[in-house]
């Protein structure tokens, strides 16, 4: 079945530092793949997507880059911030399956 | 984006009674919604699929009797939690795609943090 697994927290950086979370999926078909954000208290933004192999989803300073090859989806930013401050979620889905499938979530919490 | 809204946003209720949140499409149909938990600090568990006009589809371990779905249109899905007890108390959200659209972003509630005492 659909499945992503994704780098362990908690995560904690320097203002300024550069930032990256690895993803992976096992798939069955061609999934798209999604970033999700999550701050305190709140539900799930999406950060940034990419529908096919070679897209780069881009969003506030955050990219990741969809490797077939590979199977990965790395989120990465080059400066991070404090209001970066936050759990991020990786996810898939696929256009023969309706649900989506997260990874298990990976705090991050940017220092001054 | 489109808009997804989660009534309400908190609820505090007693032992042994029955909570009902909603989750509201706004802007866009939903032929399909989904409902999660989470625990604190940890990821999102898939509850249910519920599919509008027809009956949920529990993942394995979710007590559907206890866990009541209910989409009854395009634009709305419920959560009923029956006779809750304190280990129900957690964070809930749904999430919904716009109809026929199986590949692209779900948009999520806000989330509703019950609390059974």
């Known amino acids: 079945g659909n499945s992503v697994t994704q780098m362990e927290g908690p995560v904690t950086l320097s203002e300024e530092a550069f930032l990256t979370i690895n993803c992976t999926y096992t798939a069955t078909g061609y999934p798209s793949l999604f970033w999700y954000v999550q701050y305190p208290g709140e539900g799930l933004q999406l950060l940034l997507k990419a529908t096919k192999a070679d897209d780069k989803g881009s969003n506030k300073g955050f990219e990741a880059t969809y490797r077939k090859e590979t199977t990965s989806f790395h989120l990465e930013k080059g400066s991070v911030q404090v209001s970066d401050s936050a759990v991020y979620f990786c996810a898939l889905s696929t256009d023969n399956n309706n649900d989506m499938r997260f990874g298990a979530g990976t705090r991050l919490t940017v220092k001054p | 984006g489109a808009v997804v809204s989660q009534h309400p946003s908190w609820v505090i209720c007693k032992s042994g009674t029955s909570v009902k949140i909603e989750c509201r499409s706004l802007d866009f149909q939903a032929t399909t919604m989904f409902w999660y938990r989470q625990f604190p600090k940890q990821s999102l568990m898939l509850m249910a699929t519920?599919?509008?006009?027809?009956?949920?589809?529990?993942e394995q371990g979710v007590e559907k009797d206890k866990f009541l779905i209910n989409h009854a249109s395009l634009t709305l899905s419920t959560l009923t939690v029956t006779s809750a007890h304190p280990e129900d108390s957690s964070f809930y959200i749904c999430?919904?795609?716009?109809?026929?659209?199986?590949?692209?972003?779900?948009?999520f509630g806000q989330g509703t943090r019950l609390t059974v005492v």
């Open positions: 999430s919904a795609r716009a109809l026929g659209q199986g590949g692209t972003e779900a948009f």
């Open positions: 519920s599919n509008e006009g027809s009956k949920a589809t529990y």
